[in-house]
C-alpha cells in the first residue's frame, strides 16, 4: 500500500521540475470537467440503448426516434470534445511542462482555451436538448434538412456556433503547445544515454549493481535545458533523427518522449483543424445564402480532414506519456531508445492523409484519393506496430509494479491493437464496401478509443492527480474501476464489431427483430461500463476533496438542493421547448437568456460575493419582465417558464449559505405550490383549459422536486444559524 | 447467430473476416498474457538495467519486426489493388450488355427508373411508415412492387440524391437487416455509379445507409433478381 501511495517515490527517475501551480491548477479543472461530460455522455449512450430495445420515451414515436439521434449526436461529439480532448489538452499542458521543464509559452492563452471548450461543449448540450440530431460527423447538408419536423435550424446554428468554439479552442491549444516547444530553452540531451557499450560487447550480460547505480544518477541529469537551433530542434522533436546512422543519431540533442508525442499531436491538429473551418463556413455561407450551392462532396472530405486527426489527438499525448511511464513502472533504464523515437515521423504524415478513407464509398471522389486512402490505411499500421511491440518490450522480463497506472496502459495497448485489427480490415476499399456504416465501424471507434486512448488516459489520471495533490487513490476503487470497464467496454465494443460483421447497421434507432437478441447483451455491458465510470468519478471526486474539502456533509446537501432544482428548471424550460419550437422570437430570447444563465454560475462558483448574486437575481426578474412582453398565447408556457426560470435562480440562496432560514421554507414552499399546479393542470382537470404534459420528462422533473424538498427539510433541521441575510442588513446599512 | 450470412463470405476483399480477426485478437491476447507472465519469472533482478531489452537489441530483434510488419502490410497494399473501384469496374467491357438502373434518393424515399418505369416507395411521417409495415410479411418492411433484374447480368446503378447524403445498400436477403452485398454513398449534386452482378435469384432488401434524418430507419425497398 504505502509502496502504491506516492507512485513519485518510486526509484524511477521523474524530471526534478515542479510544474508551475497555475498549470497544475488547470489541469486538475481540465480533468474535472472532462469527467463530468464523460459521464452525461455515457448516460446519452445508456438513453440510446433503452430506445433501441424498444423503451418508447414519448407518446409520439417521431420523437423517440428524434431523442434518439440527437442523443447519438451529442453522445458522439460530447465524448470526443467534451470528454477526451478535453483530458487531452488539460494532460497535455502539465506533461509539456513538467518534460519540457519550462512554463507553458502563454498561460493565460491556455485558460482562454479551457474557456472556449467549456462553451463550445456546453453549446453542443443545448444543441442536444433541441433535438438536434445530424450524427456526430454532421454531415451536410443534413445539418439543415431535417426534414419533416425534425430540428430546427437554430438548433443547427448553435451546434456550428459550438464547434466553431471548440475548433478555436484547439487552435489555441496547438499553438500554446508549439510555441512552448519551438521558442526558447528547452530540456533535451537524453540521446547520450544510448547504450553504446552493450550494442559492441556482445558477451557481457551481467552487469553490476553499482554501475547502474552511477547510471541511474547520471539520467536524472540528462535532460538539461538548453538552446537548439531551429533546424536541430525539428529534426529532434518529430523523431527524424532516430532513423540517423548512430554517429549523427547521438549527436542530436534528443527531447524526451513525452515532448515528441505532445508535439507531433499539436501539429497535426492544428493543420487538421482548417478541415473543420471548412466545413463550418460552408455551412454558415450555406445557411445565408441558399442559393449557395457548395461541393458537398468537399465539404465532407474537408470535415474528415479534421475528424480523422481528431481521433489519433485522443491518443498521441498519452501515447507519448505511456512511452515514458511503462517502463518507468516497469523499473527500467530509461536510457534513449531509439525505437520508441522512430514511429513518430510516420505518425506525423500519414494522420494528416489517412482521413480519406472515411469517403470510400463517395464514387465520385477522384481514384487517387482512394489510393491514398487504401495506402495511408495500412501505412500507419506501421508505426502502431512499432509503438505496440517496444512498449511489451519494456515490459517483457522487467520487475513491472501492477499499480493502477500500468494495469490500465496495458490494458490501453490491447484495446488499441485489437481496434487496430479491425481497422486493418476496414481500410481496404474491397472488405469496407461490406462494412462501412455497420456496427463494426463503431466497434472499430470504441475499441481504439474507449479502450485505447480513454484507458491510457485513465492510467494517466490515476498517476497524475497524486503526484499534483499529494493524495492516493483508493486502490480498490481503482480496481472496480478496471475490471468494470474491461468486461464493460471489451464486452459492447465487441459485439459492435461482430455484429457489424453480420451486417446490423450503425444508427438505426429501431432494432430490427433479426437482431433484437443482443439487445439485452448491449444493454448489460453498458451499463457495467456506466457503473465502472461512477466508481471512477467518485473515487476521483473523493480523492480530490481530501485536498480541497469542496466536499463536506453539510455542503453535499447543498449540492443535492441545487442540483435537483437546476434539473427541474432546465426539464422545465425544455417543455416548453417541446411545446413550442425554436422558430420564433420566444425562441431567441430563450436562447439569450438560457446563455447568460448558463454564464451565470461563473460568479456563483467563484464566489464573487452577494451583490453579484442580487445581479442575478434582478436580472432574471428581468429576463422574465421581457419574456412576458414577448407575446406569448399559451398562458400555460408562460407558467411553466417563469417557474423553472425561478427554480434555477433558486441556486444563489443555497449557494450562499448566511442567506436566513427563512429560503428554505420558501424553497418548500414554492415547489409544493408547483407539484400541486402539475397535479391539477394534468388529467381530467384542466385549470388553464390546456393539456399539461403527463410525459416521462414531466414525471422526472416532480421527482427532482420531491428530492429538492427533502434535501431542503433536512438543511433545515441541520442548520441552526437563524440569523437575517447579510444582504439585506447591508442593503438596509446602504440606505440609511 | 445461426444461418447469417457473414460479410466475408461475399466477394470482394479476403475472406474469412470474421476468423481473421478473432485469430488475430486471441494470439494478441496471448501474446500480452504471455510478457505479464515473463515477469513472475525468477531470474529477474531487480536493477535499472534492462537485460531484456539489451538482448533484444544485441540480435536486432525490433529491426526484424519492423521489416516483418513492413513487409506484411507492402503485401497487404499490393492484394488491395485489384478490388479499388477503378480496378474493379475496368473489367467491366463496354460491349457487355449492361442493365441501366437509375435511382433517386430522397427524405425518406427510394425512386427507381428501370427502362421507363418508375416506382416511388415513400414514408414521410412515421404513421406512413408503420401503415407500409402493417402490410408487411415476416421480413419487415415490405413494398408492393420491386425492380427486376436477371440473375448474372452486369447492372450499373446511377444513384442521385434530392436533398441530403444518402446509402444505396443491397442487402445479402430478405430480411430486414442482413450482410451488405453492396453499397455506395448517394451523395447529392453527383452522379454515383456502382457496377453489381448478381449471382443467386430471389428477393434482396435495399436500405438506406447513410444516416440521413429520423426516419432514416424506414428507408426501405427491395430488388427481386429472376433465374435466367
Ligand atoms: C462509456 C461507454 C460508451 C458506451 C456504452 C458507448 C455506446 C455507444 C453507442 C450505443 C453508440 C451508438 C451506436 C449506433 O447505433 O450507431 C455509440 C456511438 C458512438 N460513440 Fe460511444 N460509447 C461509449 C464511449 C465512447 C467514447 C469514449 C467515445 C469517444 C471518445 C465514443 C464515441 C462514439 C462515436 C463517435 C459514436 C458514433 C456517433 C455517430 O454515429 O454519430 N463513445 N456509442
Ligand atoms: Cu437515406
Redesign the interface.
Known sequence: MSKFEFYEKE?SPIPKYEVKKEISDLTILFIIASIIYFLIAGSLALLMRLIQSNAFIFVN??QT??LF?ASLTIHGQLMFFGFISMLTVGISYYLVSKFGKKPLFNINLAILSFCFLNSGVIFLIIAGTMFF?A?WYN?M??TF??????WSISSAVIFLVGDVLIGIALVMFCINIIATVLSGKIAAGIQKTE?TK??EN?NS?E?H?DS??K??KKRDESLTLQYLPPSVRWISVLGISSWFPKKYRTAIPAMSIVVVGIFVNAMVQFVGNFGLFIQLFTGFTYLLNPDF?P???FT?DAWWFFGHPIVYFTLFSFLGAAYYYIPRY????ISY?K?AY?SWPFYFVFTMTVFTHH?F????NP?WL??IA??SS??I??PS??TI??I?????????SWNLTSLFM?SG??GW??GG??G??TG????D??????L?IVGHIHLTILMGSVLFAMGLIYSIIPSIIKVAFNKTLGILHLLLTLIGGFGIAFLF??LG?????R????A????AWSMPLMLFFAIIVGIGQIIFAYNLFNTLNKKYKFLSKHNTIFYVAIISTAIAGISHILIVSLFMGFESKPSIFLLLSGIIQIFWILPLVKRWGRIWYLFGGLGTIFLIYLFISVQFDMKFVLFFLVTGLAQIFWIVPYLKSNWSRKRLYIGIGISSILILSWLFTNPPEKIFGLDAPYDDISMSLEIMQVIFIASTIVLVIKEKDDSISHIFQKLRHRAR | ?GE?????D?G???PW??E??TV??LL??G??IY??L??R?N??R?????????????YH??RY??IF??GI?IW??Y??I?????M?FDNISENQTIHVIKITAG??FWEFEDGGYTYKNNS???EQA?LLQENKSSN?LKVNKEIHVKAGETVKFIANSE???H?F?I??SS??????L????V????????YYTFDKPGTYTI?C?????????YMISEITIHAT
Open positions: 526509484e414515436p417521431d426516434l428524434g439521434y440530431g450524427g454531415l447538408p443534413l434538412h431535417s426534414g419533416n419536423d425534425g547504450q552493450l550494442d556482445n550480460t552487469i549493481e547502474i547505480n547510471e541511474d450551392q461541393s458537398w462532396l465532407k516497469a523499473r527500467k533504464i531508445d525505437w522512430r469517403a464509398m463517395d464514387m465520385p481514384d482512394k489510393f487504401q495506402t495500412l501505412a499500421i506501421f506496430g512499432l511491440m517496444t511489451m518490450m519494456y515490459i517483457f522480463r522487467s520487475k513491472i496495458l495497448i490491447a491493437a485489437f485489427y479491425s486493418t480490415q481496404w476499399w474491397g472488405q464496401v461490406y462494412l462501412h456504416n455497420t463494426n464489431t461482430y460483421f453480420a451486417g446490423f447497421i444508427r438505426e434507432a429501431i430490427p427483430d433479426e437482431f | 447467430m447469417v450470412n457473414l460479410a466475408s461475399l470482394f476483399g479476403t473476416l470474421v481473421t480477426l488475430a485478437i494478441t491476447t501474446f500480452i510478457v505479464i515473463s515477469t519469472s531470474k529477474i531487480l536493477s535499472g538495467l534492462d537485460q531484456a531489452k539489451y538482448r533484444l537489441y544485441k530483434a525490433e519486426w519492423a510488419v513492413a502490410l497487404f497494399w492484394l488491395g485489384p478490388w479499388m473501384p477503378s474493379a427524405q425518406w414521410n411521417s412515421i408503420q419487415g436533398d441530403v447524403n446509402g445498400g442487402l445479402a430480411k430486414s437487416m442482413d450482410s451488405i453492396m453499397q455506395m454513398q451523395v447529392p449534386g453527383y452522379d454515383n455509379v456502382f436500405r445507409l447513410e444516416y440521413c434524418g429520423w426516419l432514416h430507419p
